[in-house]
């Protein structure tokens, strides 16, 4: 017998979970602060990882759904200099392990397998309390409420669940994105067209970097990422798009007009995307009935492994529970002492913490090395 599972946040690790479990014939409810699918952009590609997002896909039986929206040339990488010399220009030759898509359609594969009603949308969780004997209710901003006996955190760095299981909450990690596009890039930005290629390129330095990926659409999406404390973007008036840009472009002044171009010329206002993380190795002690996946469970800066490793852990949750029907805590318990170590060795890179883009060593060479040295690892 299969206790009914609550989710909070139909994310895509959230959503994975409740298809793995639609799978086994447990039942599921998933609740979700937006108010619809489309009530917002699902952010840009994401790269699917062969050691973890395709097998949560394979786990959940969407693996044919993937293959059909996969980007083809979109794996091609290059590292550029700030003086737009390329230093690396890896093709996309259709071997490599990590295929490019669209975060917003691989979530729309995950909602299209679910039955009809399984997502709640419109449902944002103001607060969570313990009742007791492994029950908890989950209050609402509308001031409704729902009680389960088996609670899942889903809901990303700011969780509502993980008081549950945890005092720790997420601090600044030193650095941010700002966002921007340019679309018809070939067409209307052919130089920053031509610097980015046909798939992602990244330009670092000791403190900043510019991060560019196309898209689908012939759109680039740059990320342009700075070591900076909060106060010294507080600083900036982001509601004013053209000062916002000039102020964000000027900390790369001396860069080849190609690289910049990809700020200065973009078809979008500038968003910032602060980045928050857990402490490496967040953990907590079992607690009957409720538990973490993603961010939620062990949020980090971003590294590319993010949205990966909350499918995984939607897929080897759900995956646990099946196994043990009638046995909540076994599954649970299961789940959290994989995921734990699984979760903190993707955090590191080669012995050090992933992305520090602060680091002395953050240049063009310094980048090829670390991804030698990795591949060597492998």
């Given at each position: 017998m299969h206790i009914p599972v609550t989710i909070i946040g139909a994310g895509l690790g959230g959503l994975v979970l409740a298809r793995v479990l639609h799978v086994h014939g447990i039942p599921v409810t998933v609740y979700e602060a937006e108010s619809s699918p489309s009530a917002r952009m699902q952010g840009g590609m994401l790269d699917i990882h062969d050691h973890n997002g395709q097998l949560a896909l394979k786990a959940a039986g969407l693996m044919d759904e993937f293959l059909a929206i996969v980007l083809e040339g979109r794996e091609a990488m290059r590292v550029l200099d700030r003086d737009g010399t390329v230093l690396l220009d890896e093709a996309d030759d259709g071997t490599g392990g990590r295929p490019e898509v669209q975060r917003g359609e691989l979530r729309q594969i995950l909602l299209d397998s679910l039955p009809t009603g399984t997502?709640?949308?419109?449902?944002?969780?103001?607060?969570?309390?313990?009742?007791?004997?492994?029950?908890?209710?989950?209050?609402?901003?509308?001031?409704?409420?729902?009680?389960?006996?088996?609670?899942?955190?889903?809901?990303?760095?700011?969780?509502?669940?993980?008081?549950?299981?945890?005092?720790?909450?997420?601090?600044?990690?030193?650095?941010?994105?700002?966002?921007?596009?340019?679309?018809?890039?070939?067409?209307?930005?052919?130089?920053?067209?031509?610097?980015?290629?046909?798939?992602?390129?990244?330009?670092?330095?000791?403190?900043?970097?510019?991060?560019?990926?196309?898209?689908?659409?012939?759109?680039?999406h740059t990320y342009v990422a700075l070591s900076k404390p909060q106060d010294w973007f507080a600083a900036i008036d982001f509601t004013d798009a053209a000062t916002a840009t000039a102020r964000i472009a000027a900390e790369f002044d001396g860069w080849a007009p190609e690289l910049t171009a990809l700020i200065t010329d973009g078809d979008t206002a500038p968003v910032l995307r602060p980045h928050y993380a857990l402490p490496t190795g967040h953990r907590w002690d079992r607690v009957p009935g409720v538990t973490l996946l993603g961010d939620a469970a062990h949020l980090t800066a971003p590294n590319g492994e993010g949205a990966n490793l909350a499918m995984l852990d939607g897929a080897e949750l759900g995956k646990a529970l099946a196994a043990h029907p009638g046995d909540v805590e076994a599954a649970l318990t299961e789940y959290e002492q994989a995921m734990f170590p699984r979760s903190a060795e993707a955090a590191t890179f080669g012995g050090a913490e992933v992305h520090r883009i602060d680091s002395d060593d953050n240049t063009a060479h310094g980048l090829i090395n670390k991804f030698n040295e990795y591949e060597k690892g492998r």
């Open positions: 997502v709640t949308w419109g449902h944002r969780v103001s607060s969570t309390r313990a009742l007791g004997e492994g029950r908890y209710e989950v209050t609402f901003a509308d001031g409704t409420t729902a009680t389960t006996s088996l609670l899942v955190g889903a809901d990303g760095a700011w969780s509502r669940v993980r008081p549950l299981l945890s005092a720790t909450t997420p601090e600044y990690a030193g650095t941010s994105f700002v966002e921007t596009y340019l679309f018809d890039a070939d067409s209307r930005h052919p130089a920053a067209a031509k610097a980015v290629g046909g798939g992602s390129m990244i330009a670092p330095s000791p403190g900043k970097e510019i991060f560019a990926h196309r898209e689908s659409g012939d759109t680039l």
